[in-house]
């Protein structure tokens, strides 16, 4: 999962400075000088916050304490150890105590929660009055893979799609919400709704390569009893060392889509 995020930020990251640059613009007058990145994950929006905004100083919050390790070690070869620092916690078990802060940043993350309504009180009343929260939420999972791959099985990548989503839904029951509506009935105004289509082309970094083998492996590994036999050797095409492995295609993309709020105490 964390080379996975990692890929993610390396290959999506003109995305991510969109952005932050549209958090900058709104956030002129008063620029954040403390940060909570909720959910952090390896350290992505942390980081990219901390560029932004250069007075700033970030508290990454996750549940996982070998992602903060993991975010540790990144910070430390970024030179920003002495602006960031970490908090493991279970949200879905309490509030940890968080001094106040001027800027929330919840990537992927509020669609994990068991409750989000209240873990979004709970941010309401750590944001100082007229600061922010930035909620970026997947509308769909990355897709690398043309129709046709050339040795049959067309619409392997969306077969595999819809099996992960019928099972995501069943244990990730918010994903999809109205965002919007959970924000306003927390209490923060929403100043904004942007939806970001992401659509990279040939020629691709080699990291997008990586980027998509690490997707579609993971996809790969909960797709045994699903699909036919067929369709799980062709992914397994993809993924081994032969002829058809994914790093030696030249017809790959990254096409995916992110809706980011913007909400203001």
Do not use: C
Not at 36 to 54: I, K, W
Not at 153 to 160: F, S
Not at 174 to 190: E, N
């Amino acid at each position: 999962m964390a080379e996975m995020l990692d890929l993610d930020a390396e290959v999506l990251g003109a995305h991510l400075s969109d952005v932050t640059a549209w958090v900058r613009e709104l956030t002129a007058d008063r620029p954040p000088r403390r940060i909570l990145d909720l959910g952090s994950g390896t350290g992505t929006g942390s980081f990219a916050l901390l560029e932004r905004f250069e007075e700033a100083e970030t508290i990454a919050l996750d549940l996982s304490e070998d992602m903060l390790r993991h975010l540790e070690g990144k910070a430390g070869e970024r030179g920003l150890a002495g602006r960031i620092r970490t908090v493991q916690a279970d949200l879905d078990a309490g509030w940890p105590a968080i001094e106040p802060v001027d800027l929330v940043w919840a990537a992927q993350s509020l669609h994990h929660l068991a409750d989000p309504d209240r873990v979004l009180a709970d941010v309401f009343a750590t944001l100082r009055p007229g600061g922010l929260l930035v909620a970026v939420e997947l509308d769909s999972f990355p897709r690398f893979l043309p129709d046709d791959l050339g040795f049959g099985r067309p619409g392997l990548e969306e077969r595999g799609h819809a099996v992960m989503s019928e099972r995501r839904a069943a244990h990730l029951p918010h994903i999809g919400s109205d965002w919007g509506q959970r924000l306003a009935k927390s209490g923060l105004t929403v100043e904004g709704e942007r939806v970001f289509t992401i659509d990279l082309r040939s020629p691709l970094p080699p990291s997008a390569g990586r980027y998509a083998q690490v997707t579609l492996r993971r996809m790969r590994s909960g797709l045994e009893d699903a699909l036919s036999a067929d369709d799980l050797a062709a992914f397994d095409a993809l993924l081994d060392d032969g002829p058809r492995n994914i790093l030696r295609r030249d017809d790959l993309s990254v096409r995916t889509t992110r809706t980011v709020w913007v909400a203001r105490r």
